[in-house]
């Protein structure tokens, strides 16, 4: 079995916030270089896990730049060639599961690390807090809040619907 990445979304959450000196160090991924771009993991996981893919889904009616979609899966997805960090879609989500620093990376800040190249993510894996990035030999385990973000990268994260029922 072809090892995956475990990413621990709740240990980085611990860490100081963005007032800190020190920003946490973030993942970045992008299965082809594109339209899609390179994005970074918690945004996905924040997608893909925590927004309550509104039927309506008033981000994508604010977007002036046609940048939201909704995928096959109902899942939205932001192309980032034609995103323009507005933020009009973080501040009209009821549900406050978008982060403004989603939208400010810029590839050559440091602290940013694309997790499919291999010295990058060895360097993402030394910066980070001991043990909130992981190569495993495992498959997604819901008990343990740790689900499949894509066939390359598993995420410890709370799933929204499970808090709630
Ligand atoms: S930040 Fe603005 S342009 Fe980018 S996805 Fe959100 S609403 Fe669209
Ligand atoms: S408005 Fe917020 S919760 Fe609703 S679909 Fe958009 S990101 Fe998800």
Redesign the pocket.
Known sequence: MAQKILIDLEKFRSLPGKSSDESPPEGLYGPSVGAQGLKSIRELAVFQFTCRRCTDAP?IE???????EKNEEDIIT??TN?????????V?CPFGT?MTD??DYHRDEENYYDVMDKKELDQFIRNSPEGAVQLVDMEEDPEQHIFKLNDHILVRERMWKTDNL
């Open positions: 981000c604010v977007c002036p730049a046609d940048a939201l932001r192309s034609l995103c323009i960090s507005c933020k009009s879609c973080v009209i978008m989603f939208f």
